[in-house]
């Protein structure tokens, strides 16, 4: 049963878009302008560096968020009763967060990373003072209660529709007697979403908490292991549930495409099912130099790691291209950025795995590998699937400007992603203001890829934001 | 290891973008969709098996050997090390190739990261510095030499000038 989405929730939705487009190319920019103080062919002071950094990193998880909330959003409502108000609530939160982030960091010198790592916001060595910090986190606090509500909104309209998470999950068809038609892959994937994102939102909202705490009364201190595992888990889940949430996009506009539905066959909801777990437990992948930690959850974090990646692999990245194998597609943009977007998923799953590894992790651990293998599934898969689905809700399918951009973005994506994961395999320290000469090789290259990237976003930006007016009226 | 992971993220990434290339490149040609779910059903079969007959092995060898000291070792040469914006304070912070270190790795106001780099400024471990802990990181310098200490956890304006050196001297001197 498919519901018509409303004139309303449509242009509710190409507000988000819109917002989103804008903010990721500034971001992208404050991305160029590290790349090329790294270089050496920007002069900026150590602390702008770090602002810089944080605003970006911080941004570039909301933004991330905001897109796939915007897909998953859209799509949903075409099976669930969702809530326009909340929905457009969530973004206005999102708007009050981001001025108090970028007032804390540009006016107050906040610079403490989106990682915000307990107890660094108390403790900045005069770089910021107490309040930039408090109005910073509170900024982050915000953003996620709106999240939150979000996430409340489409776990309430889930049950109503589907009864319990475990028949929203497929369950009933996977592991019983059920012959009755499966959930549709966009509730499967929703619910999964919900699931996993409550759970990582509640995490970062209570170390958000204790960090303002812990800034205003320097008394109150927790384990600084404690503050690290509930940073990781929230920041760990919910961009992976960005990812989550965009993938909608291809199993709902790809098969218009190829005339072949995307089904929730057996394999895709035991797939669900298993990245609903895995997504929960497999964090401390990102604690593995943590000596003082259990071992058996850096082991668990390794072994989880590796099991991650089938699900991605083999069902969702396989699953398209044989939806695409000689179905007589013809190509258009929509298509083709999905279509992109799912190998850029793909691919980053496997740098990510081989650092997942703890032998491997000891040489590559905060080195520019990591962002060489998180940038190959949010900037060539988040980003494709957020654009390919700009182009579908505007209903272009493309012209010359269009595929240059698509091959401006190629280029420039793949070019500067491998200029991280050389670098890291050069032990390049990540997250540093100024680099080594023998480093700037690699970085020059990278600044001109990122150059190269922007101006394929910026194109697919512009383009979306001029079939805007037209598309809000259909 | 660093080589070895850039070779095998490459070259399967490579493998990964063929087959998205070559499924393009047919889909154009059109094809019976039943058909064509059937022989990928089979495929993706066999890529799961082969992918977990695959790990298992790849999973037991590269957890043989952890880099998790339970105990400290009574023969080993103890380094203190404790991180601080933003400077490194080592101490001895001179000891002899050969012989295990046991670097004891704390931090007193943020977390830290302490990376061991080698005179080609490729790494060779690390573990993460945090107040309240003391982290014990095993390793042995092969050879005699100078190296440095750089800290690999973002930890404040000051971040990127944490840096310290280690000689190593050669056994017997």
Same mark, same amino acid.
């Given at each position: 049963?498919?519901?018509?989405?409303?004139?309303?929730?449509?242009?509710?939705?190409?507000?988000?878009?819109?917002?989103?487009?804008?903010?990721?190319?500034?971001? !992208?920019?404050?991305?160029?302008?590290?790349?090329?103080?790294?270089?050496?062919?920007? #002069?900026i002071p150590a602390e702008i560096f770090y602002q810089l950094m944080t605003a970006h990193g911080i941004g570039m998880v909301g933004i991330a968020g905001m897109c796939g909330a915007a897909i998953m959003w859209y799509f949903l409502g075409q099976y669930v009763k969702l809530s326009t108000p909340i929905f457009l609530l969530n973004i206005g939160l999102f708007l009050v967060g981001v001025v108090m982030i970028l007032g804390a960091i540009f006016i107050g010198g906040f610079a403490g990373a989106w990682t915000f790592l307990y107890p660094l916001p108390a403790n900045s060595a005069g770089a910021w003072?107490? !309040?930039?910090?408090?109005?910073?986190?509170?900024?982050?606090?915000?953003?996620?209660?709106?999240?939150?509500?979000?996430?409340?909104?489409?776990?309430?309209?889930?049950?109503?529709?589907?009864?319990?998470?475990?028949?929203?999950?497929?369950? %009933?068809?996977?592991?019983?007697?059920?012959?009755? #038609?499966?959930?549709? %892959?966009?509730?499967? +994937?929703?619910?999964?979403?919900?699931?996993?994102?409550?759970?990582?939102?509640?995490?970062?909202?209570?170390?958000?908490?204790?960090?303002?705490?812990?800034?205003?009364?320097?008394?109150?201190?927790?384990? %600084?292991?404690?503050?690290?595992?509930?940073?990781?888990?929230?920041?760990?889940?919910?961009?992976?549930?960005?990812?989550?949430?965009?993938?909608?996009?291809?199993?709902?506009?790809?098969?218009?495409?190829?005339? *072949?539905?995307?089904?929730?066959?057996?394999?895709?909801?035991?797939?669900?099912?298993?990245?609903?777990?895995?997504?929960?437990?497999?964090?401390?992948?990102?604690?593995?130099?943590?000596?003082?930690?259990?071992?058996?959850?850096?082991?668990?974090?390794?072994?989880?790691?590796?099991?991650?990646?089938?699900?991605?692999?083999?069902?969702?990245?396989?699953?398209?291209?044989?939806?695409?194998? *000689?179905?007589?597609?013809?190509?258009?943009?929509?298509?083709?950025? $999905?279509?992109?977007?799912?190998?850029?998923?793909?691919?980053?799953?496997?740098?990510?795995?081989?650092?997942?590894?703890?032998?491997?992790?000891?040489?590559?651990?905060?080195?520019?590998?990591?962002?060489?293998?998180?940038?190959?599934?949010?900037? $060539?898969?988040?980003?494709?699937?957020?654009?390919?689905?700009?182009?579908?809700?505007?209903?272009?399918?493309?012209?010359?400007?269009?595929?240059?951009?698509?091959?401006?973005?190629?280029?420039?994506?793949?070019?500067?992603?491998?200029?991280?994961?050389?670098?890291?395999?050069?032990?390049?320290?990540?997250?540093?203001?100024?680099?080594? +000469?023998?480093?700037?090789?690699?970085?020059?290259?990278?600044?001109?890829?990122?150059?190269?990237?922007?101006?394929?976003? +910026?194109?697919?930006?512009? *383009?979306?934001?001029?079939?805007?007016?037209?598309?809000?009226?259909? | 290891?660093?080589?070895?992971?850039?070779?095998?993220?490459?070259?399967?990434?490579?493998?990964?973008?063929?087959?998205?290339?070559?499924?393009?490149?047919? /889909?154009?040609?059109?094809?019976?969709?039943?058909?064509?779910?059937? /022989?990928?059903?089979?495929?993706?079969? @066999?890529?799961?098996?082969?992918?977990?007959?695959?790990?298992?092995?790849?999973?037991?060898?590269?957890?043989?050997?952890?880099?998790?000291?339970?105990?400290?070792? /009574?023969?080993?040469?103890? &380094?203190?090390?404790?991180?601080?914006?933003?400077?490194?304070?080592?101490?001895?912070?001179?000891? &002899?190739?050969?012989?295990?270190?046991?670097?004891?790795?704390?931090?007193?106001?943020?977390?830290?990261?302490? @990376?061991?780099?080698?005179?080609?400024?490729?790494?060779?471990?690390?573990?993460?510095?945090?107040?309240?802990?003391?982290?014990?990181?095993?390793?042995?310098?092969?050879?005699?030499?100078?190296?440095?200490?750089?800290?690999?956890?973002?930890?404040?304006?000051?971040?990127?000038?944490?840096?310290?050196?280690?000689?190593?001297?050669?056994?017997?001197?």
């Amino acid at each position: 049963m498919e519901n018509v989405i409303s004139k309303g929730a449509k242009q509710s939705v190409l507000g988000y878009l819109a917002t989103a487009g804008v903010v990721l190319l500034l971001l !992208m920019v404050f991305g160029l302008t590290m790349r090329a103080a790294q270089a050496g062919g920007l #002069d900026i002071p150590a602390e702008i560096f770090y602002q810089l950094m944080t605003a970006h990193g911080i941004g570039m998880v909301g933004i991330a968020g905001m897109c796939g909330a915007a897909i998953m959003w859209y799509f949903l409502g075409q099976y669930v009763k969702l809530s326009t108000p909340i929905f457009l609530l969530n973004i206005g939160l999102f708007l009050v967060g981001v001025v108090m982030i970028l007032g804390a960091i540009f006016i107050g010198g906040f610079a403490g990373a989106w990682t915000f790592l307990y107890p660094l916001p108390a403790n900045s060595a005069g770089a910021w003072g107490d !309040m930039s910090a408090v109005v910073h986190l509170s900024g982050v606090l915000i953003i996620g209660v709106g999240f939150l509500l979000f996430h409340l909104d489409t776990g309430w309209a889930i049950l109503k529709q589907y009864g319990s998470l475990g028949k929203a999950l497929g369950w %009933p068809q996977l592991f019983g007697n059920s012959t009755a #038609d499966a959930p549709p %892959p966009t509730v499967v +994937a929703s619910t999964m979403v919900l699931i996993v994102n409550v759970l990582g939102l509640v995490s970062g909202a209570s170390i958000l908490v204790i960090s303002m705490v812990n800034i205003l009364v320097p008394e109150f201190s927790i384990d %600084p292991l404690l503050g690290k595992n509930m940073i990781f888990f929230f920041g760990h889940v919910f961009i992976n549930a960005t990812i989550y949430m965009s993938v909608i996009a291809v199993y709902e506009i790809l098969p218009r495409y190829t005339g *072949r539905a995307w089904k929730s066959s057996k394999p895709f909801l035991f797939a669900w099912t298993c990245s609903t777990l895995f997504v929960v437990i497999v964090y401390p992948h990102h604690l593995l130099m943590d000596i003082n930690m259990p071992t058996w959850m850096a082991v668990m974090g390794q072994v989880i790691s590796y099991l991650s990646g089938l699900p991605v692999l083999v069902v969702t990245a396989f699953g398209a291209l044989a939806y695409v194998h *000689r179905s007589g597609m013809k190509w258009g943009m929509p298509a083709s950025l $999905l279509f992109l977007a799912v190998f850029g998923w793909a691919a980053g799953v496997i740098p990510a795995i081989v650092d997942g590894t703890i032998s491997v992790n000891l040489v590559l651990h905060n080195t520019q590998w990591v962002p060489g293998h998180f940038h190959t599934y949010l900037l $060539l898969g988040v980003v494709p699937m957020a654009m390919g689905f700009m182009y579908y809700i505007t209903e272009n399918e493309g012209s010359f400007i269009d595929t240059a951009g698509f091959w401006a973005f190629v280029v420039g994506g793949f070019g500067f992603i491998f200029t991280f994961l050389w670098a890291g395999k050069e032990s390049v320290p990540r997250r540093f203001a100024e680099h080594q +000469a023998e480093w700037m090789g690699t970085d020059q290259l990278g600044a001109l890829f990122a150059a190269v990237t922007i101006l394929g976003v +910026a194109i697919f930006a512009v *383009r979306f934001l001029a079939n805007l007016g037209q598309a809000a009226k259909s | 290891m660093q080589d070895l992971a850039w070779n095998i993220s490459l070259w399967l990434m490579l493998l990964l973008a063929a087959a998205f290339i070559f499924v393009a490149m047919k /889909s154009g040609e059109k094809a019976d969709a039943a058909e064509v779910q059937s /022989s990928a059903g089979k495929i993706r079969a @066999a890529l799961f098996w082969v992918i977990l007959i695959a790990g298992v092995p790849i999973t037991m060898v590269t957890l043989t050997d952890l880099p998790y000291a339970a105990q400290s070792d /009574s023969t080993a040469q103890i &380094v203190k090390a404790e991180g601080s914006q933003f400077n490194w304070d080592i101490n001895p912070t001179q000891v &002899v190739a050969g012989q295990p270190v046991e670097f004891h790795v704390t931090a007193i106001d943020a977390t830290h990261g302490f @990376a061991v780099y080698d005179d080609t400024m490729t790494l060779l471990t690390q573990t993460q510095a945090m107040p309240e802990y003391t982290n014990i990181l095993k390793y042995t310098f092969a050879k005699a030499g100078t190296y440095k200490v750089l800290c690999l956890e973002y930890c404040g304006s000051g971040h990127h000038v944490m840096s310290e050196e280690i000689t190593v001297v050669a056994g017997g001197n």
